[in-house]
């Protein structure tokens, strides 16, 4: 949720949650933009909201949240992303984004990577033949950029190469 704030009415050390049907939801929140005071002008936050919700509200914190995030870890092997049931292995280098997904304890998917296809001129009905050049992932670094209660992102850079070309960073 996008959420906008008057002047000085939240402070950068406050935080806030998401309620919904008079219970707070764990909540991850952050600033989007300052107004001259330092106040937050523009804030954004995050919760799993069950469905058939009727009431939503957003409710101001004193302070930041120092709960601990339960969502991912990160070793020199990989990232694992954890949300209960499903669990994402991201290796930090290599050409998979997706190393795989295991969905309570089976394993549904592995080596997934992009794929960035190009032919060397456009179709048209006088087209004799296209010719298709294919460039797959090469995932430079991968790492968790942000995590919070119930959102966690994880920041992969690289490119996409196929022969001796690079390209598409």
Same mark, same amino acid.
């Given at each position: 949720?996008?959420?906008?704030? /008057?002047?000085?009415?939240?402070?950068?050390?406050?935080?806030?949650?998401?309620?919904?049907?008079?219970?707070?939801?764990?909540?991850?929140?952050?600033?989007?933009?300052?107004?001259?005071?330092? /106040?937050?002008?523009?804030?954004?936050?995050?919760?799993?909201?069950? /469905?058939?919700?009727?009431?939503?509200?957003?409710?101001?914190?004193?302070?930041?949240?120092?709960?601990?995030?339960?969502?991912? /870890?990160?070793?020199?092997?990989?990232?694992?992303?954890?949300?209960?049931?499903?669990?994402?292995?991201?290796?930090?280098?290599?050409?998979?984004?997706?190393?795989?997904?295991?969905?309570?304890?089976?394993?549904?998917?592995?080596?997934?990577?992009?794929i960035c296809s190009t032919q060397n001129q456009p179709y048209?009905?006088?087209?004799?033949?296209?010719q298709f050049n294919h460039y797959r992932s090469v995932i430079?670094?991968?790492?968790?950029?942000?995590?919070g209660q119930v959102r966690t992102t994880v920041r992969i850079?690289?490119?996409?190469?196929?022969?001796?070309?690079?390209?598409?960073?």
């Open positions: 949720l996008g959420i906008p704030f /008057s002047k000085g009415e939240m402070k950068p050390s406050q935080s806030g949650n998401i309620v919904v049907n008079g219970k707070v939801l764990d909540t991850d929140f952050w600033p989007l933009a300052y107004w001259a005071d330092g /106040s937050i002008k523009w804030g954004a936050a995050a919760a799993v909201i069950p /469905s058939g919700s009727d009431e939503l509200s957003f409710q101001t914190a004193t302070q930041l949240s120092n709960a601990p995030s339960r969502a991912a /870890s990160a070793s020199p092997t990989g990232i694992v992303v954890n949300t209960g049931p499903l669990k994402a292995y991201i290796a930090p280098r290599g050409n998979c984004l997706i190393d795989s997904l295991v969905l309570n304890g089976v394993r549904i998917a592995e080596q997934g990577h992009l048209d009905e006088q087209t004799g033949s296209l430079d670094t991968a790492y968790v950029e942000r995590q850079d690289g490119h996409h190469a196929g022969g001796s070309r690079q390209w598409l960073p």
